[in-house]
C-alpha cells in the first residue's frame, strides 16, 4: 500500500477499507517496502518541536511561515558564560540561537512515578514519555472516553 494524502490505498489504487487504524505493507518497488514486511498501524499522532507544544502548534506554525529559531532564551543558559564568535574558541558555541522547544509541565504521578526519580532522570525520557501519551490520547486510547484494544497484539509479536 501506498499513502496518498491522508487516505492508504493499496498498490493497485484501491481505497483500503480498514476503520480507525489503517495497516500498511510498504510498496513493493520502496527500498523500505515489500510484501516480506510486517503490517504496521498508524493509530495516532504527536510531537514536541521548538515553539509548538503540540502537533497543532506545529502545523500552525508551518502553515503560518512562522520562523522557530530564536536567540537563546535566558531560561537556557547565560549567553555570556557560553558564546564566542570565534568558532576555535575552546568550550564555547559560536551560536546564538537554536530551536528551542517551550517548557512543558511534567506530572511524574500521573505516570506512576515517584517525584524524587526525576532528579536521575533524563529530561528525554520524560519528554518522550509526553509525547507518547499525546499520541495514545490523538489515537484515542488514552485520557477520558478512551477505547479498549486488545493489549495482546500490541508491543511486538507474539
Partial sequence: MTARGTVWRRNDGTADPADGATAATGDADSPRGGPDLPPIAIVG???LFPQSASLQQYWDNIVGGRDCITDVPASRWRLDDYYDPDPAAPDKTYARRGGFIPDVPFDPVAFGMPPNILEVTDSSQLLGLLVARQALE?????GPGAKEFDRSRAGGKS
Fill in 45 to 47: 499522532l504527536a510531537c
Fill in 138 to 142: 490523538d489515537a484515542g486510547y488514552a
